[in-house]
């Protein structure tokens, strides 16, 4: 828990921006900002956001309010982004945000995978530092945008057939085809992928067994990583981030939210892993042994958003393997700045 007050400055100076760039690229800063604050780095925030200032951009204009009435019709519209932030910040005002977040959860997890399922990741972190400490004002705010992004990319999946599972998680993620067509950006490849195999943990588990079933994804994916990152070193991480995510949420969520989350958790996982994994795996042995708290600095002095928010994940798996994939990812992205 940040209690230097950073944290808040951090994000009173990014909500003066638009959760995208260009268009179409996510502003990871507040998901990052968050990071480094829950992992004892709060020092060094303001430094890593001078050096991802030029990857932001301001807030997109309003179109109109959204409303009771016509909520329906602006989900899932880009355009709508900054009518959609303001829509939960008035609804953060007004209610506690567990009650908020309890209503709209089971309205936007059937849009998980819109904006490539960074809205649901920047969620996470968002419900981790209310979880954590004090519901201050811009940590409220940071929940609204990050409700508002997933509301305004809201993007839906179309059932996908059924194949012959597992009963692990790490052999599901095994199972995963790939698509036949390789290239195009996410929202394009999300369309070709029309099967996927049967984890039977998430048919019909008991709430209680959620979490765990959850991090066995979460350990899996990241495991994963290391040995399959380079098939795409910045997209492979959500196989990983995007589950955690949920998992980060469910304490924030009634109990009967938990299995329809732990399933939508699953189809974001396996889905990133249909469109970017590689033909095949790669042996990797990491530069030495390193504490997690080392890795954690190195992932840091790197400075790519993707790497530090994978080692995040990988500090809250806590083994060996996990940080090996962080390792993997630092050696296989680009450094900031």
Request: charged letters at 20%; proline letters at 9%; a neutral charge.
């Amino acid at each position: 828990m940040d209690t230097t007050g950073i944290l808040d400055e951090a994000l009173q100076r990014l909500h003066t921006c638009g959760p995208e760039r260009l268009g179409r690229l996510t502003n990871h800063a507040p998901m990052a900002v968050e990071a480094l604050t829950a992992r004892g780095q709060a020092r060094s925030v303001h430094r890593w956001l001078d050096l991802y200032a030029r990857k932001l951009e301001d807030l997109p204009p309003r179109v109109e309010p959204v409303t009771v009435a016509n909520w329906r019709t602006a989900l899932g519209d880009p355009r709508r982004a900054a009518d959609w932030i303001g829509h939960f910040e008035r609804e953060v005002a007004e209610r506690p945000w567990r009650e908020v977040l309890a209503r709209w959860w089971p309205r936007l997890l059937p849009g998980l995978y819109g904006g490539s399922t960074h809205p649901v990741i920047r969620v996470g972190h968002a419900v981790r530092t209310l979880l954590a400490g004090e519901a201050t004002g811009p940590r409220l705010a940071e929940l609204a945008h990050g409700l508002g992004y997933w509301a305004a990319r809201h993007r839906t999946v179309a059932v996908p057939d059924r194949l012959p599972g597992a009963a692990s998680a790490a052999a599901a993620l095994d199972a995963v085809p790939a698509v036949d067509v390789r290239d195009g950006g996410f929202p394009a490849r999300l369309g070709r992928v029309t099967a996927l195999p049967v984890w039977a943990a998430v048919e019909a588990p008991y709430p209680g067994e959620v979490p765990g079933r959850l991090a066995e994804l979460v350990r899996a994916a990241t495991h994963r990583y290391a040995t399959h990152g380079h098939g795409e070193e910045t997209m492979l991480v959500h196989a990983a981030t995007a589950p955690n995510a949920v998992l980060r949420t469910l304490p924030a969520l009634p109990r009967a939210l938990w299995p329809a989350s732990l399933r939508a958790a699953w189809t974001a996982s396996a889905v990133v892993t249909a469109m970017y994994a590689p033909a095949a795996p790669a042996a990797y042995v990491p530069p030495g042994a390193f504490t997690p708290e080392e890795v954690f600095e190195r992932a840091l002095a790197h400075g790519d958003e993707h790497v530090i928010k994978l080692t995040d994940t990988a500090l809250d798996v806590g083994d060996a393997p996990a940080l090996t994939a962080a390792l993997r990812a630092m050696e296989l992205s680009a450094p900031l700045g």
